[in-house]
């Protein structure tokens, strides 16, 4: 599987942008596809995720009400709209993908995800 995400970029708080995740390679048609980031010296942490069917979704606290997640089957691409920014979102935002049936869970831990794209750098200025 391999995964190319894109959108990332400068923005000052209060500021909206949309990230996008271009799947290849996919063998199953049942899967979770997922958004983490990283800041500077911080772990790898869980953002939101969506099943394919895109009947099922779940956010990290931290951006409840603020980010949502969409998919569109016919492009293989998952988004990421990011609203009402803040500087604490900075970060480099990684999409990924797992084989799953279902529901979403809550919450991931990376190591849940086997397959990486390169990550995109979001910056929200103060």
């Known amino acids: 599987v391999q995964l190319q995400a894109s959108g990332g970029g400068l923005v000052q708080a209060g500021g909206s942008l949309r990230l996008s995740c271009v799947a290849s390679g996919l063998t199953s048609q049942t899967y979770v596809m997922a958004w983490f980031r990283q800041s500077p010296g911080k772990e790898r942490e869980y953002v939101s995720g969506?099943?394919?069917?895109?009947?099922?979704?779940s956010y990290a606290d931290s951006v409840k009400g603020r980010f949502s997640i969409s998919r569109n089957i016919a492009k293989n691409t998952v988004y990421l709209q990011m609203n009402s920014l803040k500087p604490e979102d900075t970060a480099v935002y990684y999409c990924s993908v797992r084989p799953a049936v279902g529901y979403v869970r809550s919450w991931y831990s990376p190591s849940d995800f086997g397959s990486w794209g390169q990550g995109t750098l979001v910056t929200v200025s103060s």
């Open positions: 969506i099943n394919w069917t895109g009947t099922s979704t």
